[in-house]
């Protein structure tokens, strides 16, 4: 069983009811009935929540998805109604709290694929599918697939793995004409972002967002849209298919706790341990780095 290497206690806010700790974010409910969203520094790998933050991280995490929101608000609606500070909150939740509207969510990982690697990539090797799709022969790790597809995955517990389904299944779920809204929202969003980001010399390979519907039954993106935490993003000047691809995300721990280094045992029920200070740096240059890149402004918060 996997989880947080130690659950951080949930700071008191008056005003404030707190209702989850997540793997990255705190959801609170304000005295309006809003949900008040705060991005931590935790970073999460191998579905242990580490001990270790990385500085900046929910601030990077939360102003890129306001961003994005601004670019595909044409698109579709999103779930912020302010980036105000919580009377009362804590100086430090500046640049990484929302104030979201409350949304009946849909139970439902919605991930588009662009690039066949990560789970995709495993459940092609053995059936030459993903999510019960059939793909083209000859693929290998990296390779863009002939068109982008929805490939939905049941949210998880904490510690927990979400698990690929295939479009019949959530059909069954969550019924036929949420289904298909899912996957035509889902697919706009994925390939209006692959083009932004592609102008920006980097490859959206997958994404997974997730979606609400508001009291006028009208579909919401929801939660966080197209960071490092939620996207896999590679340098186009370096895409090579048939090798793992760098990337701007959290490679770094992944690697260190793999090494010898770390001395972790990643089958073992045993935390992994703190990270290095260098680790800790190389990954908040990476976060920043996609940032700046995308929006094309510096970081300066």
């Known amino acids: 069983m996997s989880g947080f290497v130690e659950k951080p206690e949930p700071l008191q806010v008056p005003g404030l009811v707190h209702l989850h700790t997540g ?24 579905d242990w929540v580490l001990p270790s933050p990385i500085p900046d991280k929910g601030k990077v995490l939360t102003q890129l998805s306001l961003w ?3 670019q595909l608000k044409d698109l579709i609606p999103n779930h912020v109604l302010s980036t105000e500070l919580p009377e009362g ?7 990484r709290t929302l104030i979201c509207k409350s949304l009946d969510m849909v139970p439902v990982e919605a991930v588009a694929r662009g ?3 990560g789970s995709g990539l495993v459940e092609y090797n053995a059936s030459r599918t993903v999510c019960g799709l059939a793909l083209p022969k000859g693929l290998e790790d990296g390779s863009e697939l002939p068109a982008p597809i929805f490939t939905p995955a049941t949210k998880a517990e904490v510690g927990e793995h979400d698990e690929n389904v ?3 299944e959530v059909a069954r779920q969550v019924g036929a004409e949420t289904a298909t809204q899912l996957r035509q929202a889902t697919l706009a969003v994925y390939s209006r972002a692959r083009d932004i980001a592609r102008e920006r010399g980097i490859i959206l390979a997958d994404t997974k967002f997730e ?7 009208t579909l919401i993106l929801a939660d966080e849209v197209l960071t490092p935490d939620s996207s896999r993003f590679w340098p186009a000047d370096q895409w090579q298919p048939g090798r793992a691809q760098p990337s701007y995300d959290k490679q770094f721990v992944r690697d260190w706790l793999t090494s010898d280094a ?9 935390p992994p341990p703190a990270l290095p200070d260098e680790v800790v740096t190389a990954t908040r240059a990476k976060y920043i780095e996609a940032y700046q890149l995308l929006t094309g402004t510096p970081w300066s918060l």
């Open 211 to 217: 979606f609400g519907f508001d009291k006028d039954g």
């Open 89 to 95: 909150a804590p100086a430090d939740w500046a640049g």
């Open 115 to 117: 690039y066949l690697t």
């Open 23 to 46: 793997k990255v974010r705190d959801l609170y409910r304000n005295e309006a009935g809003d949900l008040v969203m705060v991005a931590t520094d935790r970073i999460s790998a191998y």
């Open 262 to 270: 770390s001395g972790w045992d990643r089958k073992s029920e045993t």
């Open 68 to 70: 994005w929101f601004d």
């Open 166 to 168: 295939s479009y019949e």
